[in-house]
């Protein structure tokens, strides 16, 4: 079934660097467009990061620019977020998503989360 | 920077209609997509293009865009519609997407 599974959460200390991973399976996951997408502790969803199908456009929100790197691999279904130099503010729910329909997310992974945390 | 802005909440009782506003400046210009998201889960695309359902989303959920609001609909309201739904759109004019403040639906 059409699927995106992230990896790679967990604890870090300010400053410290993390690499999340998103496995995609079920569909043609190079025709689609992805994002990172997050969502902090009771709040609402913030755009992270962006990536066209080929992935030779990538976009990223003021709030990670210079410190976050999204890249993909079409042959192995993967998309990766580095994240440098994290800051507690970067605490949340890292989702992958992907979308095919104008701009619009229709799949969506289950979430990883990352603390930063001393 | 592009801002959406949405009512905290709203409350419906089962059967009514729900109407959920997103605020943005010349937003009808834009393709509005909408999620909805459960506690613990991901979000759900539920109308995408201002008013195109994806497939599996029931009829029940309907959307319209035009001047400075976008609204997303949800008739007959069931327990199971309960839940947080966000708007989003892609700004053009910063190649960036924004969501939505987010409204927390609460069925009476």
């Known amino acids: 079934q059409v699927q995106l599974v992230e990896s790679g959460g967990g604890l870090v200390k300010p400053g410290g660097s993390l690499r999340l991973s998103c496995a995609a399976s079920?569909?043609?996951?190079?025709?689609?467009?992805m994002s990172w997408i997050r969502q902090a502790p009771g709040k609402g969803l913030e755009w992270v990061s962006y990536i066209s199908s080929s992935g030779s456009t990538i976009y990223s929100a003021d709030s990670v620019k210079g410190r976050f790197t999204m890249s993909r691999d079409n042959a192995k279904n993967s998309l990766h977020l580095q994240m440098n130099s994290l800051r507690v503010e970067d605490t949340a729910v890292y989702y992958c998503?992907?979308?095919?329909?104008?701009?619009?997310?229709?799949?969506w992974g289950q979430g990883t989360m990352v603390t930063v945390s001393s | 920077s592009y801002v959406l802005t949405q009512p905290p909440s709203v409350s419906v009782a089962p059967g009514q209609t729900a109407r959920i506003t997103c605020g943005g400046n010349n937003i009808g210009s834009k393709s509005v997509h909408w999620y909805q998201q459960k506690p613990g889960q991901a979000p759900v695309l539920v109308v995408y293009d201002d008013s195109d359902r994806p497939s599996g989303i029931p009829e029940r959920f309907s959307g319209s865009n035009s001047g400075n609001t976008a609204t997303l609909t949800i008739s007959r309201v069931e327990a199971g519609d309960e839940a947080d739904y966000y708007c989003q759109v892609w700004d053009s004019s910063s190649d960036h997407y924004v969501f939505g403040t987010g409204t927390k639906v609460t069925v009476l």
């Open positions: 079920g569909f043609t996951f190079s025709d689609y467009y």
């Open positions: 998503a992907g979308g095919i329909l104008g701009g619009a997310f229709d799949i």
